[in-house]
């Protein structure tokens, strides 16, 4: 069962931002609030953010009502019990107004730079698909070593890692061509992708059209 609750009527946005969550009532705030700062720098279209909740059992459900009262463009949704994050995604899918929805795949932060670079992609409206899909990388050694050299302190303030952590990805795709999209007999659709860039799924036939016409 899929619980809904900030989702009264309202007009159609340009973009939506499917968020799927677990559990997190520590770091869902910071999580919205970092989405909702970045669209302020990457786009002037008006936008929404979906919260998925996939059936926490901490108050992740009470906080996400708190965030709603204090920022109406973000929306709720909540399974009953734990479903995965694909099917969070999916449930964000169905309920987004956006006429491009960006969807994160895990239950993590989501990148901005991987949405800034689907971002550019939309412009291209031949392009109705797209994944990017990113890491966050070690500090570089040398990078640490020309700090040190340089006698700053610099190399304390930042987080030193010595792991690589796990890829993070965001889907795009555009409303308009979502049927043709769906795999056979509703199955759900997903796009695959690889580490460090993005692979463009499809292209409008207006594309395929205009390149074999050029060959003529």
């Not at 909702?36 to 059936?55: F, H, R, W």
């Not at 399974?79 to 993590?108: C, K, N, W, Y």
């Amino acid at each position: 069962m899929v619980a809904d609750s900030g989702f009264s009527v309202m007009s159609p946005t340009k973009l939506s931002i499917v968020l799927p969550v677990r559990d997190r009532q520590h770091e869902v705030v910071e999580r919205v609030e970092h989405v909702l700062e970045g669209l302020v720098d990457l786009t002037d279209e008006v936008a929404e953010i979906i919260v998925v909740d996939d059936g926490s059992r901490d108050e992740t459900q009470d906080i996400l009502q708190e965030l709603h009262a204090k920022y109406p463009q973000v929306r709720i949704a909540r399974h009953d019990r734990p479903r995965g994050m694909e099917a969070a995604g999916q449930t964000g899918l169905e309920r987004a107004t956006g006429e491009l929805v960006f969807i994160q795949e895990s239950d993590a932060e989501m990148r901005m730079d991987d949405l800034r670079r689907l971002l550019v992609m939309s412009e291209d409206e031949s392009v109705v698909a797209a994944r990017a899909e990113s890491r966050q990388e070690p500090l570089a050694p040398p990078l640490l070593r020309r700090l040190r050299q340089w006698g700053t302190d610099k190399h304390t303030t930042v987080e030193i890692r010595t792991d690589v952590s796990a890829p993070c990805s965001v889907q795009m795709i555009r409303r308009p061509h979502l049927q043709r999209l769906s795999a056979p007999k509703g199955k759900r659709y997903w796009l695959e992708g690889q580490t460090d860039r993005i692979k463009k799924v499809e292209r409008a036939k207006v594309g395929v059209r205009l390149r074999n016409e050029a060959k003529r």
